[in-house]
């Protein structure tokens, strides 16, 4: 009895042994199934390669990589795949973690597909066996081509700004500067060290440009680009102008995260329009007003002096017997004649009064701010100064010049300047009609 009970006891044993091997072998499956999955999901190259260079387990993104089956790419050799040079190089890599044991981790290196380079982050790590041997190794890739191309961009757009002859800052919202280029070190003088933390007002002057700065910081908070022109001042001092776009920078919720300001020396073509506008206002020969400029200014004196009911007079000046003078003495002389009344004129009157020629030897000089018997005095010393002019001609002869004046004053009822022209124009002829070198006055 007893010999059957022990048969049954050990049929039963093996029984529950063979059931625990299939549960064990049953849930091995399973867990290397979802294990698979996993590796099967991971959105990147996973490899187990052994000594001789043979793929032995690799997940689906590394065989679709290769448009192949995993079956079909396990077990297959790298020179199977890849040029004989690629897969050596692959191979000699490989055996470097196989032969010291040690991993090599994160590196970047490039991949060449059948679509073109590729660049992946590889980690490698000696696969050890139970028994402590190496026996291959364990890779992970990830395809890092569009970082690479975003830090390729990225460093592109760096030199850009770093090489762009526009001087370019970048500030936060409160103003502070964050960055310069090497542009606004050159131009400015300040380096980037002592540029950031500062704000634009280091540089700024600006008494002849008169920017809004209200209307700009209205502009830019909006999310609208600026445009304007600045004057401001170099580290040394050296003043100098700008252009300048100031626009906001946008973060990814359409929000102001900081302002990004492009600017131009243009100091040299400001230069060039200031002498470009000034020939459109200024008579070539004497160096005062023409008399399109002239007019402008008197126009507009006319207007303030109604505004602020400011006292005013004009003065009409004419070079007696100038065409005398000229075919005595030559247009050279003539012309030298002219620029030295000019000269008296400029140094008689107050730097708020203006001057212009009217045309040939004809002048116009308005005093503003002037009573009337203070306009006769200033017109008398003019005349009596240019009287005064010792000119010699190129034959040696002296030549002694003279002037007649018109005199007159802006009145309420003028509403054009010309009502004030012809006044002074029947002023001029009475002094002339009076034998010259004299003022008149109506």
């Known amino acids: 009895m007893e010999s059957t009970r022990d048969q049954q006891s050990e049929e039963l044993t093996l029984e529950q042994t063979i059931a625990e091997l299939k549960i064990s072998k049953d849930k091995y499956k399973y867990l290397s199934n979802q294990f698979e999955a996993i590796l099967d999901h991971i959105p990147g190259l996973v490899f187990y390669k052994d000594t001789k260079n043979n793929f032995i387990r690799v997940n689906k993104y590394l065989a679709d990589m290769h448009k192949m089956d995993k079956n079909e790419l396990e077990g297959k050799n790298l020179s199977e795949i890849y040029p004989k040079e690629d897969a050596l190089k692959y191979y000699v890599d490989d055996l470097e973690v196989i032969n010291s044991g040690e991993a090599k981790l994160s590196v970047e290196e490039t991949w060449e597909t059948e679509n073109g380079m590729r660049w992946v982050n590889t980690s490698k790590i000696p696969f050890i066996n139970n028994a402590g041997d190496i026996i291959g190794v364990i890779g992970l890739s990830f395809d890092i081509t569009e970082r690479k191309k975003a830090e390729n961009e990225l460093k592109i757009l760096q030199q850009a700004v770093e090489q762009s002859p526009a001087a370019i800052v970048i500030t936060e919202l409160d103003g502070t500067i964050s960055f310069v280029n090497k542009a606004f ?33 209205q502009t830019i908070l909006a999310g609208d680009e600026w445009r304007g022109v600045f004057q401001n001042k170099k580290k040394n001092g050296e ?6 776009i100031i626009s906001p920078i946008l973060g990814d919720e359409g929000k102001i995260i900081k302002f990004l ?10 230069k060039m329009e200031v002498e470009l506008e000034k020939l459109t206002r200024i008579d070539f020969l004497t160096k005062v007003n023409n008399r399109r400029y002239f007019f402008e200014l ?21 070079i007696d017997n100038f065409k005398k003078i000229n075919d005595k003495f030559g247009h050279s002389f003539g012309d030298f004649a002219l620029e030295k009344i000019s000269e008296v004129c400029l140094d008689t009157i107050r730097v708020t009064d203006f001057m212009g020629r009217l045309g040939g030897e004809e002048f116009g000089i308005f005093l503003i701010n002037t009573d009337f018997l203070e306009a006769e005095r200033v017109a008398e010393r003019l005349r009596c100064n240019i009287n005064k002019l010792d000119l010699v001609s190129d034959e040696g002869i002296k030549v002694t010049l003279s002037v007649s004046i018109g005199l007159t004053k802006p009145v309420d009822f003028d509403e054009e300047l010309k009502n004030i022209m012809k006044r002074a124009d029947k002023a001029l002829y009475k002094a002339k009609h009076l034998g010259r070198n004299r003022v008149a006055i109506i």
């Open 298 to 318: 008197a126009e507009n004196e006319i207007l303030r002096n109604k505004r602020y009911q400011n006292n005013s007079a004009f003065l009409m000046l004419d």
């Open 261 to 270: 300001g492009i600017k131009d020396d243009i100091t040299e073509k400001h």
């Open 185 to 217: 070190e050159t131009i400015t003088g300040y380096t980037y060290a002592e540029a950031i933390g500062e704000t634009p007002q280091i540089l700024k002057f600006n008494q002849e440009a008169k920017v809004n700065y209200e209307e700009l910081w």
């Open 239 to 244: 003043l100098y102008w700008e252009s300048a």
